[in-house]
């Protein structure tokens, strides 16, 4: 047996156990962002439990207008329920001043407000799209998750994010080369205070950058300095000047009053590293 066989067996195990846990539910209601991991899970647990299936997505000013249309639309196309509830995490005790344990403030209100909307619509569970691969970062979020009973399906089946792309590919869903994404939130450097005004400089940011062909990108906010991460072998075309300018004239046109590029690029949770070893332990 050939290694690729072994991996393909593996991932088909993997597979069968999520879908067997899935079925045990009987019914559940998924955190639904519109991202690759929650789409994944809504869509094998949809296959799996029909119309026993509800995707719920928490509108925040954390979440930007594309992802909302794009977890509409990927709803619509499948014949998902689909229910979409306003949350105004800016009123979270804590969550403005943007403490280390943010995400736990914030997924902690969020996902009881999913369990509300589960509960009024005879859902047995709640689930969300963790995977694996999320043991690897600082994540306060997922104490909340373990505090509040939501399951977490794809991590239980032990489902890598790569696996989870190449199982959306096999399914014929175009999702599966969609770029990562975290919730707008998390560009504040810890301490910086999160506004309503300051996340749709960084919204308006990003989708500039995204629209120029910037598939991978962040605006990660310093004060009033930008400090932009994208995928390395895009660092040349960042600096090409003509681009170069337009970037720096329209993110200081949305009020940073400095543009800088980060020359390691983009990666996920950078914004952790200023954190201490004894938060992650």
């Known amino acids: 047996m ?13 597979k069968k156990m999520l879908e067997t846990n899935l079925q045990s539910f009987g019914s559940v209601a998924v955190a639904f962002s519109g991202g690759v991991d929650s789409a994944f899970l809504l869509k094998a647990a949809e296959r799996v439990l029909g119309e026993n299936v509800l995707a719920v997505t ?55 407000e999913i369990m509300h909307i589960a509960k009024e619509n005879g859902i047995m569970y709640v689930a969300e799209g ?3 691969d999320d ?36 399914m014929g869903l175009s999702l599966w080369k969609k770029p990562s994404f975290a919730c707008l939130s998390s560009r504040f450097a810890y301490g910086e205070r999160i506004t309503k005004e300051k996340l749709a400089m960084v919204e308006q940011a990003e989708q500039f950058l995204f629209d120029r062909g910037f598939s991978q990108a962040r605006v990660r906010i310093h004060d009033r300095m930008a ?18 300018e337009e970037v ?29 070893f004894n938060i992650y332990n």
Not at 145 to 170: C, W
Request: proline share 4%.
């Open 227 to 244: 400090r932009i991460e994208v995928l390395p072998e895009y660092l040349e075309k960042l600096v090409e000047k003509k681009t170069r």
């Open 130 to 132: 963790s995977n694996v």
């Open 135 to 170: 043991d690897g970062d600082y994540r306060p979020g997922m104490a909340a998750v373990e505090e509040l009973g939501i399951k977490s399906p794809l991590k239980e089946a032990g489902i890598y994010k790569k696996e989870i792309r190449a199982m959306l590919k096999n």
């Open 2 to 14: 050939t290694n690729s066989d072994a991996a393909g067996r593996d991932l088909e195990e993997k």
């Open 248 to 276: 720096v004239s329209k993110l200081k046109a949305l009020g940073f009053l400095y543009v800088s590029m980060d020359l390691e690029g983009y990666r996920t949770g950078s914004m952790n590293t200023s954190l201490s």
């Open 58 to 112: 928490v509108n925040t000013y954390s979440l930007p207008e594309r992802e909302l249309e794009e977890a509409k639309a990927f709803c619509r196309e499948n014949g998902i329920r689909h229910i979409v509830r306003d949350f105004d995490e800016l009123s979270v005790r804590g969550f403005c001043e943007n403490p280390p344990d943010r995400c736990y403030l914030c997924k902690k209100e969020l996902l009881k």
